[in-house]
C-alpha cells in the first residue's frame, strides 16, 4: 500500500482547503494511504510527524505563496528537514507540490521551483501535474489546469476572498485531479520496489 503525506502550511486556510482537495484525491485512489500534515503558526509540525515522513512512499509539500515564495513557517519546516536531509532518509521517495496565492501569478512558479529545490536536495523524484491547460478561446475560469502550469499543482483565491470562497472550483477540481494523479504514480513505484 503506497503512503502519500502532505505537508502544508496555509495563513488564512485557503491553502488548507487546496491541501484538503488534494487529500480527497489521494484518497479516492483504492489501496493508498494519506494523511494530512499541517505546519502550525509557528512552523512547527506535529508530535511524530518526522516518523510519519519518514514512512511516506510520497510527500507532498504546500505552502502558498508569499512574496514571491513558501511562507516562513513553511522554510522553517524545509530548514529543519536538514536532518533527514543529512542521512538522506527521503531519497527515492516521490514528491510533489502545490501553491495559492491571491493573483493570478502572483509569482506561484517561484514557490512551486522552491519546493522542486528542496525535494531534488533530499534526492527525491519529482511528480508534476500531468494535465494539459485550459488555454483555448472557449476556457472558462472554472476549467481544469486554468492557471496553466506543469512544476506543480496551483490555485488563486481572490485577496478579499474567504476560505469558503476560495480557492475556485475549477482549480479544487484541479486539486482533486492532481492528488488522484500522484497516488496512482506512487503506487506505481510502490509496486516496482516491492
Known amino acids: 500500500m503506497a503512503r ?6 496555509s495563513g488564512y486556510g485557503h491553502t488548507r482547503k487546496q491541501a484538503e482537495a488534494v487529500h480527497a484525491g489521494v ?3 483504492a489501496g493508498t494511504q494519506t494523511e494530512l ?3 502550525d503558526a509557528e512552523g512547527n509540525v506535529p508530535d511524530g510527524a518526522w516518523d510519519t515522513l519518514a514512512a511516506a512512499d510520497c510527500i507532498i509539500f504546500g505552502s502558498p505563496t508569499y512574496m514571491g515564495s513558501v511562507s516562513w513557517q513553511f522554510k522553517k519546516f524545509a530548514d529543519a528537514s536538514s536532518k533527514p ?3 538522506q532518509v527521503w531519497k527515492d521517495k516521490l514528491a510533489a507540490g502545490f501553491t495559492n ?5 502572483g509569482d506561484k512558479l517561484s514557490t512551486l521551483h522552491y519546493l522542486f529545490t ?3 536536495q533530499h534526492s527525491m523524484l519529482w511528480v508534476g501535474l500531468g494535465m494539459l491547460p485550459s488555454n483555448t478561446k472557449a476556457a472558462q ?3 481544469p489546469n486554468y492557471l496553466g502550469s506543469f512544476a506543480g499543482l496551483m490555485a488563486q483565491s481572490p485577496a478579499d476572498a474567504s476560505p469558503e470562497q476560495g480557492p475556485l472550483p475549477g482549480d479544487l477540481a484541479t486539486a482533486n ?8 504514480v506512487a503506487q506505481r513505484w510502490r509496486a516496482t520496489a516491492d
Do not use: C, P, T
Open 118 to 120: 528542496l525535494a531534488m
Open 27 to 29: 484518497q479516492g485512489v
Open 37 to 39: 500534515l499541517a505546519i
Open 177 to 184: 485531479a492532481f492528488g488522484k494523479r500522484v497516488a496512482e
Open 85 to 87: 536531509w543529512f542521512s
Open 4 to 9: 502519500v503525506i502532505i505537508v502544508y502550511h
Open 141 to 143: 475560469r472554472n476549467d
Open 101 to 105: 496565492s491571491a493573483s493570478m501569478n
